[in-house]
Each structure stands twice: as C-alpha cells, then as structure tokens.
C-alpha cells in the first residue's frame, strides 16, 4: 500500500507528498496447536520474536526445547511445537505494540541471588555505546521505532534489534541470540525507551546486570533492579544521565566513596 502525507513547504504551500510510516502487523503465536497469545509488531526479525518471546515468558530454557518452527507465508503466524506441553501457560489474545504496558507473559522473575557485579562499564564508555546504537545502519530511516542493543561490557555490539514496541525489542534480541548462539549473560542492553518494570525483569530473565536507556527508568524498574543486582542508567550519553541502582558497576570505587548526599 503507497502512504502520502500532507506537509507545508518552506513557501508555506501545502504539499501531498509521499510517506513511509514505521509498519504495523500482527503475528499470532500457536504453541503445541493452541493460540497462546497475538503479538502487535513491526513485521520484521518475527522468528527472534517468538522465540524471544517464549524464553523471557519462562515457557522455553533453549532451543531445545523448541522441536519446529514454522512462520506462514503471509508471516502473520508463528506455528511451534515444543518438546514439552505447555499445560499452565496463561492464554492471551493480544499484546499491544504501544510502550504504556498492556498485557504481556513476562512475570517478574524471582533470582535465587544477586547478578554478579562482573566487569565496570564507565558512563563514557556506555555514551559511545549508545552513540554507536543510534548512529548505526539498523537505525538509519526509522527513527520512529524502538531500538536496543545487546553489548559486551568492553563496548562491542553484538545485535541490535528494532520495533514499535521496546519489550518486542528484547525479545528480538534474545531469539536471535538463542538461534546464533551469542551469550547473553553478562552483557549489558542499551535502549532507546524507557525502562520500566517488564524491561528489567526482561534483563533479569536474560541474565543481564546492566541496563541502560536514552529515556527515564521507572520507580517500579528501580525497586526490582535494587534486589536482582541490576545496574538501571537513564538519559545515557546526555548531561542529565542518572544511575539509579548499583552504581558500582559504573563509577570507580574511589569516586563512590567520597559521594556527597545532594538534594
């Protein structure tokens, strides 16, 4: 289907011109036969998101338990059969695209222990990270959808990943990281959107202890974060940035200890 847009131009005329706005679909996810839930998506990486999608809802630990996958010819259906039947999974009939929740499988996770502290990831190291996520090729003509980005702590991009919606982001990143092989613990994720709640339980269940974003981290992301040992960073890469929860992967010990208590 052609899009058109009316704008004015620098003459003040008003113009109808050809429009590219982000693209919408829908993808249904069947499991073992039975419709678990349908997706709201940007129509791309859609093998990763189902995928993605299991692992961090619990309902798969690795591909292995994944005996076939198969995707229509009109990709607007995800067919899997696990090696395990799936009795007590909750049934959904749809998840939004939109980033002020909606429904969604992920619980909050509960970790046996902290996430180890792992390698530090200095704030300028993290804004050349995020520098290199929004300036990258995967990000270039589709500034209206979400992105977020697996790294090592040294600063490497491993994947990157985008869609309407910032959590089907995470998805993403975790099947293709199943399908391929990439670790995932350890790492750190960047995003483009905001952190709430689902978006560290998503970094938990991946075993991710450092989480950042270009936007806010919610009070709620903030209460989960402190227990699981999750480094939560918000504004990363702009003068304002704010590191809300064990910050001691960020800043130097010496530093931390001549914290002064501002208001």
């Not at 089907?168 to 790492?187: F, S, V």
Request: contains cysteine; glycine residues 10%; negative net charge.
């Amino acid at each position: 289907m052609d899009y058109t847009a009316y704008i004015l131009n620098e003459a003040g005329h008003l113009e109808r011109v050809p429009a590219q706005p982000p693209l919408e679909a829908e993808l249904d996810l069947h499991v073992n036969g039975e419709t678990l839930v349908r997706l709201a998506c940007t129509p791309r990486d859609l093998k990763p998101l189902a995928l993605g999608f299991l692992y961090t809802a619990g309902l798969i630990q690795s591909l292995e338990d994944v005996e076939e996958i198969y995707l229509n010819t009109t990709q607007s259906c995800a067919d899997i059969w696990l090696r395990h039947w799936v009795p007590d999974a909750p049934r959904l009939r749809q998840r939004p695209s939109g980033c002020a929740g909606g429904l969604g499988l992920t619980a909050e996770v509960a970790l046996d222990h902290p996430l180890p502290v792992g390698d530090q990831v200095p704030l300028e190291r993290l804004a050349l990270m995020m520098r290199a996520l929004l300036g990258g090729e995967a990000h270039q003509g589709t500034r209206a959808l979400h992105i977020s980005g697996l790294f090592t702590p040294q600063g490497d991009l491993l994947v990157a990943m985008q869609d309407l919606g910032r959590h089907n982001t995470l998805d993403k990143i975790a099947g293709y990281c199943l399908l391929e092989g990439l670790p995932l613990a350890g790492q750190v994720l960047l995003t483009s959107g905001r952190i709430a709640s689902e978006m560290v339980s998503k970094a938990a269940r991946l075993q991710v202890p450092l989480i950042g974003s270009l936007k806010a981290v919610t009070s709620r992301a903030i209460e989960l974060a402190g227990p699981w040992g999750i480094t939560t960073v918000g504004y990363v890469g702009r003068r304002d940035v704010r590191v809300y929860t064990h910050p001691q992967r960020v800043f130097a010990p010496e530093l931390l200890e001549q914290v002064q208590v501002g208001t």
